[in-house]
């Protein structure tokens, strides 16, 4: 039976092999965990759904369209090699050496993959309890498993806590200085520039960049701005902290974003859609995404349904997914699924700007600080609490005064807060 490229996530075009679970010629049954994949969103663990010897046909690290075989399971006549490989190299890849843009998959990078693959027998004569893509990341980058602490279940090593450990220990590197043959004239412009250090993106910042020019060459963006006076969303957050009991979530200005705008994409459908091959293409859930900076890179959580949860329930979803997101343990279905998203860096403290819209969404709402400014109300100049905010609109789906009247509508909502509860 043929194993093929699966496709994990629904914007998933094509996933890169991190490691076999399994060697070449193994014997496997159905539920057998047999590889480790990366997607476009994190790397997860697929199972066997039929049993016989395991024919590896792809090697780790190369990357395939999803439908294309990359294994097959069959009788114990099987026999063969992983492609493009000798024999020697045609089993799980343990002599493999990590490439270096290895180390940026940790702010995707599934746990459970890491935990899915017990070496418990082999750990047990030293003590040591960590995962396999943990002992290889750790041999690339010289760390000592016995120096490293374990998030793991029972202590055990995880890949997250071997790349806190390298980048607690790694000296900052000295640029690499350019150099010029001699007699090749005066200094050029580049030459001022003085030393060069090129850094090599991981694979999920190169998707990021590949993603992000897609959809600025093919969506004609349009933006449309406004100010909100969150005077009174201040006074009901608040009241939140106030009335909430120990160690529950109090909702934070981001989560009032996120149900206002829910409540919003419900009576404009078009801004919950995409455009595809001519067509308008709505979706009846509300789910909203919103940005997580992560380990030099951005992932977006997905809030499902978020037009029928309340304050409380967002704010304790949004805290549980972010923090799954910076502890590498986020997974594609909590990424997946999105139908509009919410950027904000009003933390930073930056006032406003335009964000680029998610491939296979209609918009996206980019959120700024809450900034105490003065205001004129009934002719007076007064002080209230402002928030400036941008509505990045795909002028394929959206026109100008659909997205005029969706946006006024965010605003009504967080101008008066108490109907989003």
Known sequence: MDIVMPRLTDSMEEGTILAWLKQDGDSVAVGDELVEIETDKASMVYESDSEGVLKILVAEDETRPIGETIATVGDASMEGTVEGSSPEESSNGASRPLRDDDSGR?????????????????????????????????????????????????????????????????????????????????KSTEA??????????????????????ESKATAPHFYLRTEIDMSRAVEVRTAFKEAAEEGEAVPSFNDMVVKATALALRNHPRANGNYRNGQVELFSRINVG???????????????????????E?????????????SGEITPPELAGGTFSISNL?????????????????????????????????????????????????????????????????KSNLEEPGLLA
């Open 314 to 326: 967002i704010a304790s979803e949004s805290r549980r997914l972010a923090e799954r997101v910076r």
């Open 192 to 213: 001022k520039k003085g030393g060069v250090e090129t850094v090599e993106l991981t694979r999920l910042q190169q998707l990021i960049s590949r993603r992000m020019s």
């Open 290 to 312: 919103f940005a997580v900076a992560a380990n030099d890179s951005l992932v977006v959580p997905t809030i499902g349904d978020a037009d029928h949860k309340d304050l409380r």
């Open 346 to 410: 009003g933390m930073f403290g930056v006032r406003g700007f335009d964000a680029v819209i998610n491939p296979g969404q209609a918009g996206i709402l980019a959120v700024g600080e809450i900034a105490e400014r003065p205001a004129v109300r009934d002719g007076k100049i007064v002080s209230a609490h402002l928030m400036e905010v941008s509505l990045s609109c795909d002028h394929r789906i959206l026109y100008g005064a659909d997205g005029a009247e969706f946006l006024a509508e965010i």
């Open 106 to 186: 940790d702010a995707l990078a599934d746990t459970h993959s890491d935990l899915a693959v017990d070496e418990l027998a082999a750990d047990r004569d030293h003590r040591i309890m960590a995962s396999p893509l943990a002992k290889r990341v750790a041999e690339d980058k010289g760390i000592d498993l016995g120096s490293v602490a374990g998030s793991g279940p029972n202590g055990r090593i995880v890949k997250a806590d071997v790349t806190e450990a390298a980048t607690k220990s790694r000296p900052r590197s000295a640029p690499v200085a350019e150099t010029r043959a001699p007699g090749t004239g005066s």
